[in-house]
């Protein structure tokens, strides 16, 4: 028996304790059914139906989907249809990998169960270097992305896995992972559109790497919290929060902070390749 095995059975114990101690009448077998209950509303196929339940009423799809997700070994299909005159639409999840060539998310359950709790955002998960990714996107064999293709997996990426209408989700520190010297957290990202939440903790250095130190478009810093020092074009600033500064496409820079707090903002880029 493995160990998320272990954990889903001691809990559903525990359950079924507190549900008969705080309800004598109730029956061992009713209370068991109750915990057992609770523990789907919270596994891999609860969380799945919940996304899968937001999207019917997403006014981002429009056009028929189907994409997999991969937990695990354990796989998943989602398909989906726009409504006649927008939502609610007609989404469906069923076990096993898609029946067709298409794009597929692969997460682990800690990851999911993050995103699901909004300690995580999508963005934040996708974010970094294939290594260092905790969801990332792949095609299944044969799967050709048409014209579009990278816009819809980008849509669905930051729409399918979030939840609400509006989209509203937590950001700051708690939902950051260590990116380029710096904790980083993805706020959106649509081609020519990404934002983040970064935040350089007290002896972090973000882009001290030359390799990290340059983009092919411009980007914009919005500091709102704490100081730190940054050299851009070579030329050593100050910066402290209520300041912004905008890094042309080319251009070197690197931010570090030697002080006591956290130097914390948002970085908004622009334009062809961000």
């Known amino acids: 028996m493995n160990r998320a095995n272990v954990r889903w059975t001691d809990l559903v ?44 009423h997403d006014p981002t799809l429009a056009a028929p989907l189907t994409f997999g997700v991969q937990i695990g070994e354990d796989w998943w299909s ?41 300690e995580m955002s999508p963005g934040t998960a996708l ?3 294939r290594a ?41 520190e708690m939902a950051t992972l260590p990116r380029h010297g710096a904790q980083v957290g993805i706020l959106f990202y649509q081609p020519g559109f990404p934002s983040a939440w970064v935040s350089i903790e007290p002896g972090q250095h973000a882009n001290a790497e030359a390799d990290d130190q340059t983009n092919p478009f411009p980007s914009m810093l919005i500091w709102v919290e704490g100081r730190g020092k940054a050299r851009i074009g070579g030329r050593e600033v100050d910066m402290e929060g209520g300041e912004t500064v905008m890094i042309p496409a ?12 956290p130097f914390q903002g948002f970085m908004l880029a622009f334009g062809e390749g961000a």
């Open 127 to 129: 974010s970094g270097s």
């Open 78 to 118: 989602v398909t989906a249809e726009s409504g006649d005159e927008g939502p609610p639409h007609r989404v469906a999840l069923a076990t096993g990998a898609p029946g067709t060539p298409s794009f597929y998310f692969k997460v682990d359950s800690d990851t999911l169960g993050k995103m699901d709790s909004g």
């Open 132 to 172: 260092e990714r905790l969801m990332s996107v792949d095609g299944t064999e044969g799967f050709q992305p048409g014209p579009d293709g990278m816009s819809t997996i980008f849509s669905t990426a930051f729409h399918f896995w979030k939840r609400g209408n509006p989209e509203i989700f937590r950001f700051g």
């Open 250 to 261: 080319g251009v070197r820079h690197e931010f570090w902070n030697p002080f006591d707090e």
């Open 13 to 56: 114990m525990i359950l079924v304790v507190f549900v008969v101690a705080a309800s004598p009448a109730l029956s061992e077998e009713n209370a068991l059914e109750t915990a057992e209950k609770a523990i789907e509303e919270n596994s891999v196929r609860g969380m799945l139906e919940r996304y899968v339940d937001d999207y019917t």
